[in-house]
């Protein structure tokens, strides 16, 4: 069954928000309870795989909350892990009953331990560390158990953080420059350690409950899968900023420490950056509203602060800013809406030779929830590639090594733009038949040579990419051995759709798996992602990532092919494949990449740590001597020349920022080995076309 792909997501959300929740009663006065009550109800009749809340979830529940809460084991005490674990077999009944004992016993334990902490690390940091005792710490946290008593705890903090120590102490004892003793760089590394700790728990103090039952409301959540989540009000308006890119704001980034407010970066082309008098480092005093008395943030919660500052385009807001050298301004700026630039695809010209070729970098499948056909991945994507075609490129790579995924329906419209017409995706629902979606449009934006590159953190949207344009043959997709394996779909549900009358404001949403995608080969993404065409090692090649390493995935599974037909537009495919990996088994750079990403899984293995200042200064010695060895893969040159186009040239002019950018970018791009394997198969590719349009000749 074939269905259009935006009129089937908004019956599944109408079907999901309106028909099957509505029946139900909502009745509690307890914000939290009504949060358990609408989450529990959607996960249990709108996820993909719904879970029996049975005892085993109730020790899952009982389990991760502790470990989100301490995973370093140095709050709470063996003592409280017996007191909690009367509850450790009956969350799922509290759940189902809308109680939250266990919730409530574990956080008011929880901020009384963290109050303690603070006295505990202030007597540790007060005594001098003697870094010549023989002794080791197990940075293994993960299979200690709990301490047995205050001592206990206070020792494991004095391991801790003179583990956190050991570094700071060393810069500060070889500085030749600083010309102190070792007992003054012995003092400065714990005040250093105290600093951190001290902002730490500034941070810390500016949670409220609310947020700590957000993380126990997660967890519960996150039993179901892995990408199944629960946005709070404020988290809801950061993802849909995520995936857009862009926001109503002064377009700076934000950042507390301790009361202050401060600017760490301005962002290109935003209203701050057009002004040219707020600069990075100046700390914000008060925010006014234009005809309103300003409010002053110091000491305020940082997202408080934040919604003071962003605004609907056009308004004004009024800023008392302490500027870098101490004076104190006033600004007045007008809101507008800002574009993370760095969150867009964007694409460069490359030389070789009298021979040139584009690269598009696609960070993710981003999409205006709220206006899909004002800016999105798969639109933009079509505006680089008409750009380069226009300027006479000869083969085509799409970079999504990095790409988490996001929005479906870019996939399908951005595929679409490579092949004739035909499936690219199929979608299951639970308990339902597949749905096949189409690129219907027969236009081919690009029909050239195409290379794929991805990695182990390409992700969900970029798999459904690159798995369609495998199983058509029409590109060839170098990376990883497998890219994440993420298989699923998630819509996101306002939870204030659900309840008819609601006296407590915004409820927030859930992001749920709802279904399943499939190649249109029959074959589940889902823990077993896309496998490369031609194999090359990376520097997480041999650390665990991907779906397979998550809490709770689903499972892989296959359905029915899709009715396709596979590109006829390369001769020799399987030959350029078997030549580039030939190529890529002998490359020195990667043979390099391949042991350092062995090394880089040793050090991540290693968790008896010595404490003995010369022995990590031996182990220090040999890392550096590891790391400089290793250093030689940045300094790699594959001779290839990458420029703007000429439209974002002409930005330049205005735009310093940007150029800088895209200069650095175009340095890196010059030192990548994959990039330059994606070239060679594109001319791999370009003469197999040369020799297909010359066999059609003679056959004509």
């Not at 009663?25 to 358990?36: G, I, P, V, Y």
């Not at 760490?264 to 990075?280: A, H």
């Not at 350029?576 to 880089?600: C, D, G, H």
């Amino acid at each position: 069954m074939k269905k259009n792909l935006a009129f089937a997501f908004l019956a599944m959300l109408v079907a999901v928000a309106s028909c099957s929740f509505t029946n139900k009663s909502f009745e509690t006065n307890d914000k939290d309870k009504l949060l358990l009550d609408l989450i529990t109800y959607v996960l249990e009749r709108g996820h993909f795989e719904p879970k029996d809340i049975n005892d085993d979830f109730s020790v899952n529940v009982f389990e991760s909350f502790l470990d989100v809460l301490d995973p370093t084991k140095r709050y709470f005490l063996e003592s409280d892990i017996r007191e909690f674990e009367k509850y450790k077999f009956q969350i799922d009944d509290q759940i189902k009953n809308t109680e939250i004992g266990f919730f409530d016993l574990v956080y008011n334990r929880l901020m009384k331990r963290m109050g303690e902490a603070k006295e505990i690390y202030g007597e540790v940091l007060s005594t001098p560390f003697d870094y010549n005792v023989e002794e080791e710490i197990n940075i293994d946290y993960e299979n200690q158990p709990f301490a047995d008593s205050k001592k206990d705890l206070k020792e494991r903090w004095r391991k801790q953080l003179k583990y956190a120590t050991l570094g700071t102490y060393d810069s500060k004892a070889t500085d030749s420059e600083a010309k102190i003793s070792v007992e003054e760089a012995e003092q400065e590394a714990r005040e250093s350690t105290r600093g951190t700790l001290d902002d730490f728990f500034d941070f810390i103090e500016d949670y409220e409950r609310k947020d700590w039952f957000v993380q126990y409301i997660n967890t519960i959540v996150d039993q179901f899968d892995p990408h199944t989540f629960y946005f709070a009000p404020d988290d809801k308006e950061k993802f849909d900023t995520s995936m857009s890119g862009k926001y109503d704001g002064i377009g700076a980034r934000l950042q507390k420490r301790k009361d202050e407010t401060k600017i760490i970066e301005i962002i290109s082309g935003g209203p701050v950056w057009r002004d040219q008098q707020i600069e990075v480092g100046d700390e914000i005093l008060k925010v006014g509203q234009e005809g309103e008395a300003p409010v002053d943030i110091v000491g305020m919660r940082l997202d408080d602060a934040i919604k003071l500052i962003k605004g609907p385009k056009g308004s004004v807001v009024n800023l008392t800013i302490k500027k870098v050298d101490g004076s104190i301004q006033v600004y007045s700026i007008t809101r507008d809406q800002v574009e993370l630039e760095e969150s867009y695809a964007k694409s460069a010209k490359i030389s070789k030779g009298n021979q040139k070729f584009g690269l598009i970098n696609l960070p993710k499948f981003y999409v205006d929830f709220s206006d899909y056909g004002e800016r999105n991945a798969a639109t933009d994507v079509a505006k680089e590639v008409e750009r380069l075609r226009n300027d006479g490129v000869e083969g085509l790579i799409l970079d999504l090594r990095d790409n988490g995924g996001g929005s479906l329906k870019t996939v399908v419209e951005m595929a679409g733009l490579f092949i004739k017409d035909g499936p690219i995706v199929q979608v299951k629902s639970s308990g339902q038949g597949k749905d096949v979606y189409d690129d219907k449009d027969e236009r081919i934006q690009w029909d050239g040579p195409l290379v794929i590159l991805v990695n182990e953190l390409s992700a969900s949207a970029s798999e459904i990419l690159a798995a369609a344009m495998q199983d058509y043959k029409r590109a060839v997709v170098i990376g990883s051995k497998q890219t994440f394996g993420k298989g699923t779909v998630q819509n996101v549900i306002p939870l204030d759709n659900i309840v008819r009358s609601n006296e407590h404001g915004d409820l927030g949403a859930i992001k749920l798996t709802t279904q399943k995608f499939y190649r249109i080969n029959g074959g589940s993404t889902q823990l077993e992602g896309v496998k490369s065409d031609v194999v090359v090692p990376d520097r997480y090649s041999y650390i665990e990532l991907g779906e397979r390493n998550q809490e709770n995935p689903l499972a892989w599974d296959k359905i029915t092919p899709a009715d396709y037909k596979v590109w006829e537009g390369y001769i020799d495919y399987e030959e350029t494949i078997a030549n580039s990996s030939k190529r890529m088994a002998v490359n020195a750079q990667i043979k390099l990449i391949e042991e350092n990403a062995k090394w880089l899984k040793e050090q991540q293995d290693e968790v008896i740590v010595s404490l003995k200042y010369s022995d990590y200064k031996s182990k220090e010695e040999k890392f550096k001597l590891k790391s400089d060895y290793f250093k030689s893969i940045s300094n790699y040159d594959s001779h290839l020349n990458f420029e703007s186009l000429k439209y974002e040239q002409e930005l330049f002019t205005q735009d310093s920022i940007l150029r800088e950018k895209r200069d650095r970018w175009h340095k890196n791009l010059a030192k990548d080995v994959y990039v330059e394997e994606a070239v060679n198969v594109l001319q791999d590719l370009k003469l197999n076309s040369i020799k297909n349009a010359k066999l059609a000749s003679v056959k004509g």
